[in-house]
């Protein structure tokens, strides 16, 4: 690896030293309704999100709360020992990809077929410092 590339590396290392991930892979919802409740916990602290997450109606705030908790929990791993109140954790980045489709056909009049895309999101969710 030349010094230039190794340099960079080790500066990408450094700026994740402090960042959690939690990822949830091939969720079955659509991407447009995880980004509605994405959306609304992005920049928040943790327990006013898992507050939020919590009291939503949406189907995709539970499976986003689970995700949460999963991020605290690789958190407390990464950083044994240290108290979850003094980190002062918040929701860095949260984003939502589409993942594969469930293509499917519905019976339609006349003999024809009309055709169904059953979606599915991939979620990442990143938590930092609040104030890095």
């Not at 519905?106 to 059953?118: D, V």
Request: glycine share 4%.
């Amino acid at each position: 690896m030349g010094s230039r590339k190794q340099d960079s590396a080790i500066a990408r290392k450094e700026a994740n030293r402090d960042v959690v991930k939690a990822r949830l892979n091939n969720c079955p919802s659509s991407p447009r309704k995880m980004r509605l409740v994405a959306d609304i916990i992005r920049g928040e602290s943790v327990d006013k999100a898992l507050y939020i997450l919590k009291y939503s109606k949406k189907e995709a705030s539970n499976k986003l709360e689970k995700l949460l908790l999963s991020a605290i929990a690789n958190w407390q791993v990464k950083n044994e020992g240290a108290d979850i109140e003094d980190a002062n954790l918040i929701v860095k980045e949260i984003f939502v990809d589409s993942a594969r489709q469930l293509k499917r056909l519905r019976p339609a009049p006349q003999g024809r077929g009309y055709r169904i895309r059953k979606r599915s999101n991939h979620v990442t969710l990143i938590l930092g410092n609040k104030e890095n």
